[in-house]
């Protein structure tokens, strides 16, 4: 699918397969939090992300209302993707809101924050990709840091 | 961020012909008082003509400074006619003209004929100065003029009638060297131009402006791009309108100083500002849109612009360590 | 001990100038006593002064000089003491031979200025005088200049309030204001200067205070005060002493209550000082004979009874320092009395601002004293009610006018939507109300009201508002600014919004910060607008800045 903010004028293309593996995996953690990084690259002119794909945690805490991450024993999947050609890299991280919407909360602001502002990060723009699920529905948020201010991206075509 | 090319975006989002609309209206209203004094005073005045930085070729479009010289005859308000009455004359006549559809005021040596905003909101000022010839039929020959001080204007006292000058050639003199160096006079008096605007009612008059900006330009080496040259006229106001030695000769007096239009605290003021505004850019660029910002109206649409970026050179990342989502 | 003794006598003896006359020994109280003789400049004359060095020399005795030179025959000259020692001030100093040198030397600058030279100095120095207890409780009387030139002998009654108690070196004080001067028929002739809070404390029934201008102080060599009534006499006329005996008989029924006498004298041109001595019915220091029928009075040669009084006006009140005259003598309003409205009151008024206008809607609650310039012992209060009290308090000149709700300020001030007729009417109103002030300092951290004030172009204001956990302070104080604040905090600064503080309850969140943390930077803010005053350069935006990383590091940047 593509998604896109007007306002910025940027997009985000991901595979709906890496979506369905990325709810299936958020959900086999229910009713606690779960989530990973993101993987993926960029267009030639720079205003497309594509992401394709996904590395989970090696180790995390989680509970329904909190996930930490942490990023111990990742590296060599990071470099693995990064000799690929194209190369991907780390573009952003993904987690799940059981039970509730797919809006931030304070603590996921600070965590984006942190991370987009962090200096170990290449990129200037990660993505934040929320999964909100209860029994009968699933919801996508992703959300970048551009300028300073959050912005949410809508989704064009299926 | 890259300065110059800010500054670059502020000069063309100034630009007056992108306000053609607006100009013209200011055209027509400048064209109507005009021609409503020349009418009213028909045979004690000669042809009123256009001095401000519209006629200078240094106009920005959200100030377009149609100031309108009121050259008149020596005895045009009797032989013992004091520039006083001249102003006061003027005033009555402007006032009973326009008053039901323009505010009229006294300012320091003009009258401001601001127009109530019109269906779409535009608002058209017209400042006129009345001037009197030196002596009978002498502004043929030399262009000269006496002024009147209505309000406090620098060193001058209200009522002085000490200010005599040729506009005609002050004009000339800056519509020379910023149409000959357009690319660096003419930008950097725009661009302080767009600067004063930022402030409210700042008492340095646009002919200083233009004054300094050549001053500086014949005594220092100006090179660079345009934020260099910004920077080092900046750099040049700052340090020498303080200076007990400074100076501002009027290229239509020369034993006018223009200098003298500012107060000591003026001065200090002005040289301040400079200060800030090099301290501020140089700690942070972004700073630059505070103090020369672009015209939102004529901004194009800057989304084309955006990216992706990087910070540095490469995309590896390994994830920052411990991140809490809630 | 007898090795310092030694080393003293061993230093005094190599001064220049100096012999000892009668040699150093120590005495019961272990101090070490002596007399000295300094040879004058001229080689003519030489002055002697006993010696006295407490044991703690070269260190002070509590606050006083651990060392004295004393003559008994200098008391004319200026800086003596009554028992003869010289007011010498010196330097801290912990070397004993150093300490002796410096002190020697400034008993020789003293012989010098005043001895020889006869200096007089600029300032005033009041009589010296030991205030007694009345019973056991001290009165003080505090005054302010009054726009009346007495004449000599004038004499009346003044009225006084009870401002009050406290202690004074360990026993009970009564502080009074002194109001009002009147007539010896009660009526009025004029009132202290104070401010309007301190002129309606309740007076003390109206014919208690006695004054009585005499020009010349009560004192000998004009600085040791009378001792005894008697001493008054030549300065007081047979009129005064009939009023205080006719005062004294038609008040007998007062019996033991004390009065109040206020002597007036000139200490410059234009300027009185009042001394209060004090009066107790049924004991005036009076006596008369009858000669030829008339009546003739005397005071006796009872001691007097010395009070404390003070010079409070304004120029002593804030002769230690205040603000720039733009400031201090400007009329102001203060927007907002929350953290930092309060802050910048108090700090105005300590400043010595007089007319300070105050809206704020809010009531204070206790957890707003941690950081704000109130008292808890106040309670839940209205927070323009709760800080008028407390700026009268620290300020006798100040009126506080408190905004009403209901005025211009929840009525048509942030209302927009007005018919195209309407709009003239309300601005004018509006600006008309802004420009009776000075300055204006928006301290409400409402961002709507910043709007609506911003389109008013007003010239005169200044808007503070801090960015949470304070570390930066943004200040406007240019026409029109609005955009550059709002600027300010969503784009420039770090402005940390998520970790607020929530109280209980449901009202909305506030910035964490402590009294030390705002003060800082509101202090640091008021004193460069107070600075740019005074260099006559005009006010720009600025933002304070507080980097932490390390030590504190503070930066203004003004744009």
């Known amino acids: ?99 509730n ?58 | 961020m890259n300065k110059s090319e800010h500054l670059d975006s502020v000069i063309k989002t100034h630009q007056i012909t992108k306000e053609e609309k607006l100009l013209n209206k200011f055209r027509e209203r400048n064209k109507e008082v005009k021609d409503d004094l020349f009418e009213h005073y028909k045979g004690s005045i000669y042809n009123p003509f256009n001095s401000g930085s519209y006629a200078k070729n240094t106009a920005i479009n959200t100030k377009f400074d149609f100031d309108l010289i009121a050259p008149f005859k020596r005895y045009a308000f009797g032989t013992k006619g004091t520039l006083k009455e001249m102003y006061e004359d003027v005033y009555d006549f402007l006032y009973e003209k326009y008053k039901d559809v323009a505010k009229v005021k006294k300012q320091k040596v ?45 060193k001058f006292d209200a009522g002085s009638e000490r200010i005599q000058t040729n506009i005609q050639a002050q004009i000339d003199s800056i519509r020379n060297r ?12 725009r661009l302080l131009k767009v600067w004063k605007k930022t402030k409210f009612d700042y008492p340095t008059k646009s002919y200083f402006l233009e004054l300094i900006t050549i001053k ?111 | ?96 031979r150093k300490k002796i040198e410096i002190d020697f030397n400034s008993l020789k600058r003293w012989i010098w200025e005043y001895y020889i030279n006869g200096k007089e100095d600029k300032h005033y120095e009041h009589l010296i005088l030991n205030p007694s207890p009345i019973k056991t409780a001290y009165y003080s009387y505090l005054f302010t200049e009054v726009s009346h030139s007495f004449n000599k002998g004038d004499f009346g009654y003044f009225e006084y309030s009870l401002m009050s108690e406290g202690s004074y070196y360990g026993n009970k004080i009564y502080n009074n204001v002194v109001q009002e001067f009147k007539t010896k028929y009660q009526k009025s002739i004029i009132q202290c200067q104070w401010g309007i809070q301190i002129k309606s404390l309740r007076r003390v029934s109206s014919n208690h205070g006695i004054y009585i201008y005499i020009e010349t102080p009560p004192a000998n060599f004009e600085k040791f005060a009378f001792e005894t ?91 230690r320092g205040k603000m720039e005259d733009k400031i201090s003598q400007g009329r102001i309003l203060i927007i907002g009395v929350g953290a930092i409205g309060s802050m910048v009151a108090t700090t105005l008024a300590r400043g010595g601002c007089t007319k300070i206008d105050v809206v704020d809607f809010d009531v204070k609650e206790p957890e707003n004293v941690c950081r704000a310039e109130y008292s808890f012992l106040t309670g839940i209060n209205d927070k323009v ?74 010239h005169n204001l200044i808007s503070m508002a801090i960015t949470n956990k304070a570390k930066s302070l943004v200040c406007s104080t240019e026409i029109k600014s609005y955009d550059w604040v709002i600027n300010q905090f969503e784009k420039i600064l770090d402005n940390d919004i998520e970790d607020l503080h929530y109280p209980t309850g449901c009202w909305s969140p506030t910035f964490k910060a402590s009294y030390n943390d705002i003060s800082v930077l509101v202090q640091y803010a008021l004193k460069h607008i107070n600075l740019r005053l005074s260099q006559d350069i005009s006010l720009r935006n600025f933002v304070v800045e507080t980097n932490t990383d390390n030590e504190l590091n503070i930066k203004l940047k003004e744009f």
């Open chain 1, 1 to 99: 699918m593509i998604l896109t903010n007007i306002e910025i004028g940027l997009s985000i293309e991901i595979d709906d397969k890496l979506v369905g593996n990325l709810i299936y995996i958020g959900k086999k953690h229910y009713p606690n939090e779960f989530g990973g990084f993101l993987i993926g690259n960029y267009s030639d002119d720079f205003k497309k992300l594509n992401i394709t794909d996904t590395i989970l945690p090696n180790r995390y805490k989680s509970t329904p209302f909190l996930f930490e991450r942490e990023n111990i024993g990742v590296d060599e999947q990071f470099e693995k993707f990064y000799k690929e050609n194209p190369q991907k890299f780390y573009v952003g991280e993904w987690h799940t809101h059981p039970n």
């Open chain 1, 101 to 158: 919407l797919p809006i931030p909360s304070n603590m996921d602001i600070k965590a984006m924050n942190n991370i987009t502002n962090s200096k170990e990060v290449a990129i200037q723009n990660p993505i934040f990709l929320i999964i909100g699920y209860n029994k009968i529905k699933t919801e996508l948020g992703f959300y970048i840091i551009f300028k300073n201010k959050i912005y949410k991206y809508e989704t064009v075509n299926k």
């Open chain 2, 110 to 154: 003009s009258i401001g004929i601001e127009f109530y905003a019109d269906s779409e909101n535009d608002i058209v000022k017209i400042d006129v100065t009345p001037g009197r010839e030196l002596n009978e039929k002498q502004y043929i020959e030399d262009s000269k003029l006496n002024l009147y001080v209505y309000s406090r204007y620098g």
């Open chain 2, 178 to 189: 910023a149409t000959t160096e357009k690319d660096s006079i003419r930008k950097i008096i």
């Open chain 2, 216 to 326: 500086a330009f014949d005594n220092k080496t100006i090179a660079g791009n345009l934020w260099d040259k910004l920077k080092t006229v900046l750099e040049y106001i700052k340090d020498e309108v303080t200076k007990d030695s400074f100076t501002l000769k009027d290229k239509g007096n020369s034993s006018n100083d223009l200098a003298d239009t500012l107060t000591e605290s003026e001065k200090r003021t002005l040289s301040n500002d400079m200060k800030n505004i090099l301290d501020r850019i140089e700690e942070n660029d972004e700073n630059i849109k505070t103090y020369f910002p672009e015209n939102a109206k004529f901004k194009e649409d800057k989304k084309e612009e955006n990216k992706y970026q990087v910070k540095g050179s490469g995309f590896f990342t390994i994830p920052p360590k411990n991140e809490r989502f809630g």
């Open chain 3, 1 to 96: 001990m007898e090795d310092r003794l030694h080393k003293i006598i061993g230093y005094v003896s190599e001064l220049k100038d100096v012999s000892i006359v009668d040699t150093f020994e120590i005495t019961n109280d272990l101090d070490i006593k002596g007399a000295i003789s300094i040879k004058l400049p001229d080689n003519q004359e030489s002055l002697i002064f006993e010696v006295r060095i407490l044991p703690e020399y070269p260190l002070k005795t509590g606050n006083s000089e651990s060392i004295t030179f004393i003559n008994i025959g200098l008391l004319k000259y200026k800086h003596i003491m009554k028992s003869g020692s010289i007011c010498i001030h010196t330097s801290h100093c912990t070397d004993l």
């Open chain 3, 229 to 319: 009534w008697k001493e008054l006499e030549p300065l007081i006329s047979q009129d005064f002493l009939k009023f205080l005996y006719d005062f004294e008989v038609s008040n007998k029924n007062n019996r033991g209550v004390n009065i109040p006498l206020l002597l007036g004298y000139k200490i410059t041109d234009n300027e009185i000082h009042w001394q209060t001595a004090n009066l107790e019915i049924g004991n005036f220091p009076i006596y008369h004979k009858k000669e030829n029928q008339k009546y003739i009075g005397y005071f006796d040669d009872r001691n007097i009874e010395w009070g404390i009084t003070k010079n409070c006006s304004y120029k002593y009140f804030f002769g």
């Open chain 3, 385 to 458: 009610t709760d800080i008028s009290n407390y700026l009268h308090s620290i300020s006798p000149f100040i009126d506080v006018k408190i905004i009403q709700k209901g005025g211009l300020f929840n009525s048509i001030l942030k209302i927009q939507d007005w018919e195209k007729f309407e709009i003239q009417i309300h601005e004018t109103e509006k600006k008309e109300f802004f420009n009776q002030y000075d300055l204006i300092f928006d301290c409400s951290t409402d961002n709507d009201l910043m709007f609506v004030l911003n389109q008013l172009e007003l």
